[in-house]
């Protein structure tokens, strides 16, 4: 009897001190291993997530900056302005197709517009002379309904209403006779690209005519820096004449809205540039 009852003692013993403080040691080691490695993650995202943002910055504001620059000629004038860190120019506001023309008045209706068509002090007009092949600049003296401005209808087969009627001027008589129905039509208006100031943060604005201030397009941008200008003629050389640019060169220096972390820890705002050159349109 006494041999059986040895035979189903057990050995009860548990984990001593020395092993629970080993097994916690190293669970203490491996949480900190893997925080560490969700902490270098997560500042890599985040710095990642910012050189996107301040990529994305770069890009739009050179694609804005571009677009102008390449239709500014077409306009009248290529640069108006120009110093080493704005640009005026003539930019495009608003477009249309001639669709029917007043018996005695330099009076045209406009269809399929788009944009601001407006006859401020400072804006311009291009009308295409078909037969003629070529642009022809006139000054916008009126803008008005149709009902106010005498053209009730379109003269193409649909008779529509026109979206807007205008006046314009030009040099002679003969520019404005050389208008005809189904001329692409496009007005100008003086434009400012800069860097300014606003709560503490550089951006890229527009200045459209005589407007208080700036819009603002993109950014942020780098402080003092952000945007910078250089002005070449058809041939390559270097120029300070608004009359002989053939190509601008600028540079977007974009700066991150945020701040990521890097690898020493501290917490920055991510940077990068952009150089963009662009040709002008004659």
Request: charged content about 20%.
């Amino acid at each position: 009897m006494q041999g059986r009852g040895a035979f189903r003692r057990q050995d009860r013993r548990g984990f001593t001190i020395i092993e629970l403080m080993l097994s916690m040691m190293i669970g203490l080691i491996l949480l900190g291993a893997v925080y560490k490695l969700m902490i270098t993650q997560s500042g890599g995202y985040g710095k990642q997530r910012e050189l996107a943002d301040v990529r994305e910055t770069a890009r739009s504001g050179s694609m804005l900056l571009s677009r102008d620059l390449r239709h500014a000629a077409s306009g009248g004038s290529s640069v108006i302005a120009m110093s080493a860190n704005s640009v005026t120019l003539l930019s495009i506001r608003g477009l249309g197709i001639v669709c029917a023309k007043h018996p005695t008045l330099p009076r045209y209706g406009l269809s399929g517009t788009a944009g601001k068509i407006e006859a401020a002090a400072d804006d311009t007009a291009l009308v295409f002379q078909v037969g003629r092949e070529r642009w022809q600049s006139v000054k916008l003296t009126e803008v008005g309904t149709p009902a106010t401005m005498g053209i009730a209808t379109c003269a193409w087969p649909v008779a529509r209403v026109p979206d807007v009627v205008i006046e314009v001027t030009a040099d002679t008589r003969s520019d404005t006779v050389a208008i005809k129905i189904g001329a692409p039509f496009r007005t100008y208006r003086r434009v400012q690209y800069a860097q300014y100031l606003l709560v503490d943060r550089w951006w890229l604005g527009r200045k459209v005519g005589d407007a208080p201030g700036y819009e603002q397009l993109t950014g942020p941008l780098r402080a003092s820096n952000g945007l910078s200008f250089a002005y070449f003629d058809t041939l390559g050389a270097p120029t300070s004449s608004p009359g002989a640019v053939g190509m601008v060169s600028f540079t977007l220096n974009a700066e991150s809205y945020q701040k990521a972390r890097i690898n020493s820890g501290k917490y920055e705002f991510q940077r990068d540039s952009l150089t963009t050159k662009v040709l002008l349109r004659r």
